[in-house]
Structure formats: structure tokens, C-alpha cells
């Protein structure tokens, strides 16, 4: 019965997705109508003939794995700047081009998330920083930006340390097989154990364990559910949506997400008043002590400083923040961890480069803890990662609202109410910016090789005043498990980069995972 009602089910929404959308889009066709200046300037744009009613939308009814190549398509035809539509009243900006992108990023005129695609976070992170509209981002990021100062950052150190130690542990008995396995999997625990820990003080222990496999699960879950949401639009009508499954298990998602993080906030809510009320009227403290004790502070920590330093924090927008840390810092960190270590292992004469750096690093004591000094003489890695993040951006496109009508180098306008796509993927491979843009050469990110490029033509964690607040964090992170990694084993990959397809869902990652055969070092 539960597979009869699995393959019965998408037929009924298919169905209804149908009549939906075009009721929909007929209404808003006519609507649209009246607006011939917007659609003359969509015009002058070029891009794929939409069809009436539905614009481009049939484009988009296709496995993931052939969005990238689609796009690729469609800018060899139309070059690096066009129009699509979804529906008649959807009008995207299809942006791959650094001079656009940096009008539209570096500037506070389009500051705004595209509505359209962000608002399926909304019932998860609520307005958090990612999703947060102009004036509450503006005051939001204010105040969590602090929270990324660098000797914040220093202090997650033993953190990021223990989870890739126990990764190790994990990869060990991998190793002993012999055999070639996805990796993965292994990576994602450990940045999610990372996240959790560094965000809200709480072990979860998804690499050794299964207690916490709810929380787990939900992650995942919403994830997988925001994607099917954003693929599948006649779900964002009521009547379909509260008809379906997606609505039952996002709720169930949703409880278990919510409920947790603001669990963890009572609990630490509670120790804080416990050891408020133990230090007494103690007047004299070693510098960098609190009443709070010695404690490393976790993002949560310095969230509840900022309420009782009187921001006005709700639990509601603490849980908001903290659940917008864990999504934005969890998947996309462990996408970039997997392709870096997949081009690696793709390229040996580049690993045994990062390894050669490592080990004059280390040579004292190759077992012992990374520190941020260590870090700092990551020079080639640190290639290696930028040079990752150029050919598999973890975020492939991001969104921002048109605010305000704005010419184009060559006269054409991008209209106020659009939404500009801004494909990063396809900024990163331009042949004008990097010369071979297909091959993995971490060299082109030596200094000497970036002082006369395009500021715009790289912007893996977004650029301008809305760029990416936790990108520092990201990095440290991803270099100490890296380091911990390739100080370990020699990794062999067992798929030609050029059979690897990279499939654009909520990150960016490989459709066959990543797939190597690990070799202890000795």
C-alpha cells in the first residue's frame, strides 16, 4: 500500500499543478498586459521565447542536473546578460557578467533577497540575516558582526579541531576496506556536529551516534523539502500545499527544529542566571572573564549578550538567527570540503603539493592540533579551497530584488520589480577572467596572479554590503579539516572529474557524491 500510494501521488499533483498554474497565470497575463513599458524593457533584454502564459517555466521541468547545461546553452546564445520567465509574471534577469554583478551587489539600492525564491525559508529561519528585508538586515548585521571578529573565531578552534579528530576516526575504518566509498556523508556529520556546537554549545554527536538523528534527519528533511517547494511552484498555492505530504512532514520538520533550538536556548538562558546568581556581587574579574565563567562563547552566547544588553532579543529572533547559522553554515561548508577534496584526489601532483606544505608545517609534531598560526602558512590549501570554490561555488545563483531601474553597458535596462539571478558558477568560468576555465589550477590565486582582476568576477560568498558574514568562519573551518585529512591519508579518485556532474539543489554538490580510496600516510 505505501508504494501504490508513493507512485500515485505525483500524478495527482501533476495534475493539479497544471490547472493551477495556468489559472494562475492567466490572471496575472492579463494583469501584465497593461504594463507594456515593463514588458518592452524584458524585451530589449532577449533571452529564451517564453511561451504565453506559462513564459519559461517548461524549461525548469527537468532533472537538476541539466539546469547548468541549460544555462550554459542559453548564454551562448544570448549572451551573459537575459530575461527568463516563470509564468507571465515572474521575470528574472539572468546575470553572469562582473560589471552587472557589481552593480547590482555593491550598492545598498538592491540590497533585498529575491522575495520570491527566499520566502520558502521564511516558515524555517523566519527573517533572520539571510532572509531579513532592508532595514532589519541593515540592523541585524550591525549587530551580529562582532560576532565574527577574529578572536571569536580563534576560540572555535578546539571545536573545529575534536569534530575532523573524530572524522578521522570515523574514515579509519573505511580506510582498512580498502575499497573506494562516497565521503561525503562523513564530511556533512562533521560540519553539522561543527555548526551545532559553535552555534549553540550543544553536542550532537551525528558522527559516533544516533541519539540526536532526529535533528539530523530534520535538517536534512527541510532541506530536501525547500528544494522540491522551489522546483515544484504550484505548491506554494494553499489548497495544494496543505493538500499534500510536503505540508505534513514540514510541519513535523518544523517542530523538531524549532522546538529544539529554543530548547537549548531556555537551557542556556537558565546556566546564565545560575551562574549570574553563584558570582554574586564579585567585583573583580581577570580581563576577558564574565560572570558567565571562562567558558568558550558560542554564537548563542553573544546573542543572549546583545539581549541583555538591551537589542531587544526575542527567543524568536535568537532562534531565527542560531537556525539561520545552522543552515547557512552546515551544507554549503561541507559542499565546498567535498569538491576540494575531490579535486584533490583528482589531482595528485596538487595533493602531494598540499601535502609537501603540510608536513613543513607540522614536521615538529604531524599529529598534533591545528592552530590559527598553522593556518596562516596555508598558502598553496588555500589555493586549493579559493580555486574549489571557483569551479563548484557552494551557492551556484543567488537572488536580488530590482529596486530601481538601471542601464546596462550597452543601453538595455534591467526593470525595477524584476529579479536579478546572479549566476555565480558562470561568472567564475569566463574565459576572459580565468584563462582555461575548466582545469584546476590552484596557482591562480597566488597573490601575484589576482592584483589585475575583475573585483566582481569571484564573489563566492556573494560581494558587497550583503556578503557573506560567517565566509572567515567557513575558511578556518574548512582548512583545519583539510589539513587534518590530507596530514592523514592519500586519496585516490575514482571518477573522472570531467563524468562529474554537478547538480544545482539547495548546495551545490556532485550527483554521484564523492566518491575516493583512502591510503594511511606513514
Known sequence: MVHEQETEEPCCSSLSSVILTLSIAVGAYFLLRRNPRYKRMMNQLGGPPPLPVLGNVLYFLRP?????????????KYGTVFGVWIGNFIPYIFVADPNCAEKLLSTMNHIDKGKYDYSLLYEWLGTGLLTATRSKWSSRRKMLTPSFHFKILEDFMPVFNEQATI????????????????????????????????????RINTQTSSINKDYFE??????????????????????????????????AYLKKL??????????????????????????????????????????????LDASENGDGLTDADMREEVDTFMFEG??????????????????????????????????????RDVSTADVAKMKYLECCVKESLRLYPSVPLIMRQVDYDFKLDDGRVIPKGSTAMIAIYFNHRHPDHFPEPLKFKPERFLIENTTKRHPYCYVPFSAGPRNCIGQKFALLEEKVVLAKLFRTYWMKATEKMEDVIPVPDVILRPKNGVNVALYKRT
Open 64 to 76: 537538476h542536473e541539466e539546469y547548468l547545461i541549460m544555462m550554459g546553452e542559453w548564454i551562448e
Open 218 to 251: 530534520a535538517v536534512n528533511g527541510m532541506c530536501e523539502l525547500i528544494l522540491q517547494k522551489n522546483t515544484q511552484p504550484w505548491l506554494r498555492f494553499p489548497p495544494i500545499y496543505y493538500m499534500s505530504s510536503v505540508s505534513t512532514r514540514e510541519r
Open 330 to 367: 552546515h551544507d554549503t561548508t561541507a559542499a565546498n570540503l567535498g569538491w576540494t577534496t575531490m579535486l584533490l584526489a583528482a589531482h595528485p601532483e596538487c595533493q602531494k603539493k598540499v601535502q609537501d606544505e603540510l608536513e613543513e608545517i607540522f614536521q615538529d609534531d604531524p599529529t
Open 258 to 303: 524549532k522546538g529544539f533550538t529554543l530548547s537549548v536556548i531556555k537551557s542556556k538562558k537558565a546556566d546564565r542566571e545560575k551562574q549570574k546568581s553563584e558570582a554574586g556581587n564579585k567585583k573583580k574579574q581577570t580581563d576577558g572573564d564574565s560572570v558567565y565563567g571562562k567558558e568558550r562563547k558560542t554564537f548563542l552566547d553573544l546573542l
Open 167 to 202: 572524522l578521522l576516526d570515523c574514515l579509519d575504518k573505511k580506510e582498512s576496506t580498502g575499497k573506494s566509498f562516497d565521503i561525503f556523508p562523513y564530511i556533512t556529520r562533521c560540519t553539522l556536529d561543527i555548526i551545532c556546537e559553535t552555534a549553540m554549545g550543544k
